[in-house]
């Protein structure tokens, strides 16, 4: 059924992102963000987060236009400080090995996310997420 | 020796039970004890990452620290963790503890993580402790040390709080298994208290078994039986001191018998040293009373400190008593203390074989109560049971001594004559018998009768017990059916009619399975015009082997059996389904009604009702063509009940008759008690009208008379002579039955009556 909508839908829109939601598979390292994708429509967009690392770590995404490393940074130097940018969701314990899922309905613009646990963010835990307008 | 054997297989268990407890607890208090110093070391590494990479931060600005010092512990803590091993104590400065490696594979991959992050901090220190905040690119391996001692904190963090939870889970499954284990104590504690208890009470009673032997009689006597030694336990069994006893002979106090019997026994035992022997044997004690005793006799002639024989004596009078009552539970009948049949029976086998011998006549008397059952559910079992003790008491007493009297059943008591020449002796018991059952007995303050029927079976050459039996058997049923309290000696008719009376019960299942029985009908006519009005419907029982049979030879048994109630409830409906039949077939026998009789078994079943009711139902039968033929007798029998069902005949349009009426002893009272429509004159008062006795019309004519009070018409019976048809009619008697008209037919020729006619002298008229 799905997938008629699917093609249903590809035919008469041609090559539009499918409206049906999108979803970016997040592997975290210790201390990398690999995303599955750099840009996705507008929309209902789910996070499959899967934790490779013996570490717990979280994802945390904010809409931002700094660059990805150049975050704000709170008073212990290396941690980014979340206080002052705007938080679009987050799953704040990912253990190891765990897959979750952060269902979120995205708006047009550009975002940032990353894992601030202690020393993470600056080990290399960030990405940007490009959100385009729906067509 | 035992006993200690066995507390050890009790307490054993006992013990492996709480060495496990006590072992597991302290494994698991181990455990945790472990689990709290790994959690401490993992945690403090936090600290020393921390310490670190402050003192590599003090000692670029010039400031003295020992960074290395936390870089050593740091090393070393990683590894105890990950491999177990000595570690510094995290309290007080010198002390080591040794905890044991991680065997938790996400925590093994934690501390990986961590000894890795670890070695990347340590390498940042040693690149940045060289440099001094002037140094170019100090800031950047600053951040690189900062970073890196962050991930370490993050790390440990992680690896702390996975430890702990390993750590909470462990320790739920110590509590868990210690609180199974703690459980099982409790069960153990208990199951030792019961043996324990179990044990100590056997030991207890060997004690005491002990104790009681020691009450045993030891006496030590020579060859001839003088006392050399007597045991002080000896004066409550004789009654004598042992002082006293000494030197007098043992055998003194015993009987001739007895005496002789152990002076044998001493003299054999005298002839072989260690020898020993068991003797029974009775002793006087000196208010008169015997004692049974039983003696173990050892010869101890060759210890020099006895030189005699050992007497080990037991009072075992009071289990010879027991014996003795057991034997006469099995030989008595617990009630009245008559020999029971067992016991019976085997005097009878005796009699049987000594009479062969000796030419002798053995009688048996068999005697059945009548009226127990009155007694027994009138006044209660206890009240019969008290009846039968004082009827065994005067049988007892009315026979000779050497007569055996015994209860054989329920009511049922035998005598057996041992010998009864010319059955002289078989006659006078049983009229003695019969004498003191005339008396009334006094049961429960009551004044209560019975009686006996007595069958006497005589043995002669040849007879064996289980015939003998048989025949008392078959003569007390004679008894019984000749009209109770009186006896009947065995004649060989009464066997073949027991035997016939056996066949007909199994046939009568049969027969009524196989649909054996037919009706016939007899008609009964209208003495003034000769014409059928009614019939009579009569069983008959086509037998397989026996040809037709009339219901003389299969009701009684059936009302004995009970097979009357199917057998009845089949005539019923078929003699209601053939008189619809005939009304149906021809409207000039649109009124022909039909006379069906019922026992007095059937008047007493719950359903009758019903099962009338069904017939005409069934039939299509109008209920007033159905008459039912009931006898005085039956109509007496729970005259209440009886009543009631009637009305409800009669409401169902049902009409009832008397059937041989005059022959019983219903009072004119009773009968106005029951909605009767008919009487039917017995044949005997019929048969008077043809004799020449002046007294035989009267009779008929009371009997119309009394039918006319009751407003009740009649039927005679039994009419065989024109005669008797004429003063029947002449009296004012409507209608009658009888050889004269016809015999009763099967429905085929009573079918061809019904247009032949039956009158005698009017042969041509129609019915």
């Keep these: 059924m799905a997938l008629v909508a ?46 490779d690392a013996p570490a717990t770590h979280e994802f945390v995404l904010v809409r931002t236009d700094d660059p990805d490393d150049r975050l704000p940074i709170a008073a212990d130097g290396i941690s980014v400080d979340e206080d002052v940018l705007t938080s679009v969701g987050e799953l704040s314990d990912v ?29 290399g835990m960030h990405g940007v997420l490009e959100v385009t307008p729906d067509a | 020796m035992r006993e200690s054997r066995r507390l050890r297989w009790i307490l054993a ?44 931060i003090l000692q670029t600005q010039g400031i003295a620290a020992d960074p290395q010092d936390d870089a050593e512990q740091l090393r070393a803590n990683a590894d105890a963790l990950l491999h177990g091993g000595e570690v510094t104590a995290v309290q007080g400065a010198d002390a080591t503890v040794v905890i044991h490696g991680a065997d938790d594979p996400l925590v093994i ?71 199974a284990l703690g459980v099982l104590g409790a069960i153990a504690a208990v199951a030792m208290g019961l043996l324990l208890r179990r044990t100590a009470a056997t030991q207890a009673a060997q004690f005491r078994s002990l104790v009681h032997h020691a009450t045993d009689l030891i006496t030590v006597v020579d060859a001839s039986g003088a006392i050399r030694y007597q045991s002080p336990s000896a004066e409550p069994v004789l009654g004598r001191s042992a002082e006293e006893l000494l030197g007098t002979s043992y055998l003194g106090s015993l009987d001739a018998a007895d005496r002789a019997h152990l002076d044998a026994v001493f003299r054999e035992l005298a002839a072989t040293p260690g020898a020993a022997a068991t003797a029974e044997y009775r002793v006087r004690h000196v208010d008169g009373s015997w004692r049974n005793v039983e003696s173990i006799v050892t010869n101890r002639m060759d210890d020099p400190n006895v ?73 209660g079992h206890d009240a019969g049971d008290e009846l039968l003790v004082a009827v065994g008491h005067r049988l007892q007493a009315s026979g000779r001594s050497i007569d055996t009297v015994a209860r054989i059943g329920g009511d049922e008591f035998a005598i057996l004559l041992e010998d009864d020449a010319r059955s002289a002796g078989a006659r006078t018991v049983a009229e003695r018998v019969l004498a003191v059952l005339t008396t009334p007995f006094q049961v429960r303050g009551r004044e209560v009768f019975v009686r006996a029927s007595i069958g006497i079976a005589i043995a002669v050459a040849g007879t064996t017990t289980d015939e003998l039996l048989r025949n008392a058997d078959a003569a007390m049923y004679a008894a019984k059916r000749g009209g109770k309290a009186r006896y009947e000696f065995f004649v060989p008719i009464m066997h073949e009619e027991a035997l016939a009376k056996f066949e007909v019960q199994g046939d009568l299942d049969r027969g009524l399975a ?75 026998r649109a009124d022909l009604w039909v006379s069906v009789n019922l026992s007095t078994r059937q008047l007493l079943e719950a359903n009758l009702v019903t099962a009338v009711r069904e017939s005409l139902r069934a039939s299509g039968l109008e209920p007033s063509a159905l008459m039912l033929e009931l006898t005085e007798g039956s109509l007496m029998q729970g005259i209440t009940e009886t009543a009631v069902k009637l009305r ?26 029951f909605p009767i429509d008919l009487l039917k004159i017995d044949k005997s008062f019929v048969d008077e009208l043809g004799a020449d006795d002046p007294e035989g019309p009267l009779l008929v004519q009371a009997i119309l008379d009394i039918a006319r009070t009751l407003h009740v018409d009649t039927i005679a019976e039994g009419i065989e002579e024109e005669r008797q048809r004429n003063d029947l009619r002449d009296a004012g008697c409507r209608t009658g039955q009888g050889f004269l008209f016809a015999r009763p037919l099967p429905p085929e020729e009573v079918g061809m009556l019904f247009d032949a006619g039956v009158d005698p002298l009017e042969g041509a008229s129609t019915g």
């Excluded at chain 2, 002037?134 to 970073?147: E, M, N, S």
């Excluded at chain 2, 110590?174 to 609180?179: E, M, Q, S, Y």
């Excluded at chain 2, 008609?523 to 059928?532: E, K, M, R």
Aim: charged share 20%.
């Design chain 1, 95 to 123: 253990p190891a090995g765990a897959d979750e899922t952060l269902s979120l309905s995205l708006a047009p613009g550009r975002y940032v996310y990353f894992c601030n646990m202690e020393g993470h963010y600056m080990g």
């Design chain 2, 648 to 673: 409800e005949l009669k409401e169902l349009g049902v009409r009832l008759a008397i059937d041989d009426f005059g022959t019983g002893a219903s009072s004119l009272s009773y009968l106005r008690r």
């Design chain 2, 514 to 588: 196989h649909s054996e029985f037919v009706l016939h009908y007899q008609p009964i006519v209208d003495l003034a015009s000769g014409s059928v009005a009614g019939v009579e419907a009569l069983v008959r029982w086509r037998h397989p082997t026996r040809g037709l049979l009339p219901p003389a030879a299969f009701i009684s048994v059936a009302e004995e059996t009970g097979a009357i109630v199917p057998l009845g409830a089949w005539v019923l409906g078929e003699a209601c389904r053939q008189t619809a039949e005939w009304r149906r077939a021809d409207p000039a």
């Design chain 2, 307 to 379: 030189r005699g024989l050992v007497l080990n004596t037991r009072d075992v009078t009071d289990r010879r008593a027991l014996q003795d009552e057991l034997a006469h539970q099995a030989f008595h009948d617990p009630l009245t203390g008559l020999v029971n049949r067992a016991v019976f029976r085997d005097r009878v086998d005796h009699a049987v074989a000594r009479a062969a011998r000796l030419h002798q006549q053995p009688a048996v008397l068999l005697l059945d109560l009548d009226g127990f059952k009155t007694v027994n559910d009138g006044l």
């Design chain 1, 6 to 51: 699917l093609l249903l839908g590809s035919a008469c829109t041609g090559a539009a992102p499918p409206r049906a939601g999108t979803s970016v598979a997040i592997h975290e390292h210790d201390f990398r963000i690999d995303a599955s994708a750099i840009t996705v429509a507008s929309g209902a967009v789910s996070f499959d987060v899967h934790n």
């Design chain 2, 109 to 179: 991959a934690k501390l990986d993580e961590e000894q890795r992050l670890i070695a990347k901090l340590l390498d940042a220190g040693d690149q940045l402790l060289p440099m001094s905040q002037a140094t170019p690119g100090y800031a950047t391996r600053l951040q690189d040390l900062r970073v890196l001692g962050g991930q370490v904190n993050s790390i440990s963090n992680d690896a702390v709080g996975q430890i702990t939870r390993d750590a909470e889970a462990a320790f739920a499954r110590l509590v868990a298994i210690g609180i």
């Design chain 2, 13 to 56: 268990p006992y013990f492996v039970v709480v060495t496990l407890i006590v072992g597991y607890n302290a494994h698991a208090i181990a455990q945790q004890r472990g689990s709290a110093l790994v959690v401490n070391v993992a945690a403090r590494q936090r600290a020393l990452s921390e310490r670190y990479t402050k003192d590599v």
